[in-house]
């Protein structure tokens, strides 16, 4: 049995819980459901060629602030760089972060990170195979249902320009939405 007097009444430090999850932009568009005429096949142009950007992001639950940044590659460097600037960013809170176990979460050139920052930031690793308890993947699939599916932007820079603006316009009521909260509650107020 736990004893109460232990138990402090006040936490020692405001925390926050943000979701991260990476996904990659391509040149050639993301093939998915359209209209077609019968027997005459979907057709969208690529450019021959493939181009790959990374987005690294997080939301911070429930209030739905976030962070993203565009990478030409995403290796365990700019996995930190990231959470880096995470720090920084919430340098008065303690962040519990929810992540899924990608080789570039779970390496070991991790650890000297997590080491120096273990005051203030915890991983909390999901289960293997479970892309559905990660809130962010919902907003990637909305980008992607959105922006990237069916459509060629030209160059790889006018398909990342086309997700940060998207981004940017996004209304917060339709992104809580997407994370499932109800901001009609009346205890949910955002920050």
């Known amino acids: 049995m736990i004893d109460p007097s232990i138990i402090p009444l006040k936490p020692r430090r405001e925390a926050v819980l943000i979701y991260f999850d990476e996904t990659d932009l391509h040149l050639c568009p993301d093939k998915g459901k359209g209209y077609q005429r019968i027997h005459q096949p979907q057709e969208i142009k690529t450019p ?20 993203y940044h565009l990478y030409p590659r995403t290796r365990t460097m700019e996995v930190e760089n990231w959470l880096a ?4 960013m919430f340098a008065a809170q303690f962040i519990f972060l929810v992540w899924d176990n990608a080789s570039t979460h779970t390496t070991e050139r991790l650890l000297p990170f997590f080491e120096a920052h273990r005051d203030q930031i915890l991983p909390l ?12 993947e919902r907003l990637w699939w909305q980008m992607r249902s959105d922006i990237t599916r069916n459509h060629f932007f030209g160059t790889i820079h006018q398909t990342c320009q086309a997700v ?9 009521s339709d992104f809580l939405s997407l994370m499932g909260i109800d ?5 949910f107020q955002p920050g």
């Open 48 to 67: 021959g060629s493939e181009a790959v950007k990374y987005l690294l992001g997080g939301v911070v639950y429930p209030t739905g602030e976030g962070l």
């Open 125 to 136: 690793f999901l289960p293997t195979y479970s892309p559905w308890l990660n809130l962010l």
């Open 85 to 88: 600037t995470v720090c920084e």
């Open 164 to 172: 940060i603006n998207w981004l940017e316009k996004l209304p917060c």
């Open 183 to 187: 901001t009609s509650a009346t205890l």
